[in-house]
């Protein structure tokens, strides 16, 4: 008997030791699934702000320019709150598709490491509270947010079968990150920065598609996505090189003709930068295969992330020392 309770207090403390280890990998799990590295293109919320530092900030009260720096961050957190929800949502719907795939078959509720009633509760507790701290922001920002959540679920059930719309739809959600950014600091900015922010979007939308086919194959409907039967590498190909040309054209042109920049077109200086940024994700694209995970490309690629800050960093110093 004493053998036997020793036993059970083997295995009890076995068990005691393993439920921590478990809830700690069911979180690590669920962090996964939210999938923060794509927070990355809630900083589009951000460009409003850059673009009319000009306006935005005054020596006399350099406090009023951090204020709205701050509203901007808030919404950047809601907005990665409401991300992360749609995300859990669109594994929770493709969870069967992505077991078949070589790369996502490991994402956390496909694998099975994230227990789909969980994977649930959290997707809801992150849609509802980012969508209510929305309105906190302002009524404006928060029927943004709501049009960006409804546009996003829309997409995970339904757009993303359809072609052509599947990419339209994930460009509108580029834009209306840019749209709620100028909207929660009370900022008009020019219908260019909408204009090249969606061009942009479809750019990187085709290019994730075309990577998405060329990796896949034959059986990239089966192993990918239903949409891409209806996709060859031809037609991606021009489109990608339709859209990155309106891209460029487009930038070019709103360096010297939107109203709020400096009048001497200073700004013109940094289509270099654009060009370059375009250039050498289209390299990565073509050369590299890296189009299926842009995020990873804005992250890790040295290049890419010293053409952004330079790029950033160049429309700063052109509105604040050219303001008008």
């Known amino acids: 008997m004493a053998m036997a309770l020793e036993r059970g207090a083997e295995v ?25 590295q794509q927070w990355t293109k809630n900083a589009l919320l951000y460009f409003a702000f850059f673009f009319t530092i000009n306006e935005q900030w005054s020596p006399a009260d350099p406090g009023g320019a951090a204020a709205l720096l701050g509203r901007v961050t808030l919404g950047f957190l809601v907005f990665c709150l409401l991300s992360s929800a749609v995300y859990l949502v669109n594994d929770l719907v493709d969870a069967s598709r992505d077991r078949q795939h070589l790369r996502k078959r490991h994402r956390p ?11 649930v509760g959290t997707a809801a507790l992150l849609g509802t509270g980012g969508a209510a701290l929305s309105f906190l922001l302002g009524p404006w920002f928060g029927g943004v947010a ?92 021009q489109l990608i090189a339709l859209v990155s040309a ?12 939107a109203p709020n920049l400096p009048g001497n077109h200073a700004m013109m200086l940094t289509i270099p930068l ?27 690629d040295g290049p890419i992330l010293a053409a952004v800050a330079l790029w950033l960093g160049a429309i700063v110093a052109v509105l604040l020392v050219f303001r008008q």
């Open 12 to 36: 009890s403390g076995s068990e005691g030791r393993r439920g921590p280890a478990a809830a700690l990998a069911m979180l690590r799990a669920l962090a996964l699934a939210a999938r923060p």
């Open 109 to 119: 509720i496909a694998s099975g490491a994230l227990p789909v009633p969980l994977a």
């Open 146 to 237: 709501l049009l960006y959540l409804a546009l996003t679920l829309a997409y995970s059930f339904a757009l993303k079968r359809a072609v052509l719309l599947d990419v339209m739809a994930l460009s509108a959600g580029y834009v209306l990150r840019a749209v709620a950014g100028a909207v929660v600091i009370s900022a008009p900015v020019s219908p260019w920065l909408y204009v090249i922010t969606s061009l942009g979007a479809l750019l990187i939308g085709f290019a994730k598609r075309r990577s998405e086919l060329a990796l896949a194959g034959a059986d990239a409907a089966l192993a990918q996505r239903e949409a891409l039967k209806d996709y060859s590498l031809p037609l991606l190909d």
């Open 246 to 257: 309106a891209t460029l054209i487009a930038y070019s042109l709103y360096t010297f003709t």
């Open 274 to 300: 654009v060009a370059y940024g375009l250039f050498r994700y289209l390299y990565l694209v073509y050369h590299r295969n890296r189009g299926e995970a842009p995020e990873d490309i804005l992250l890790r």
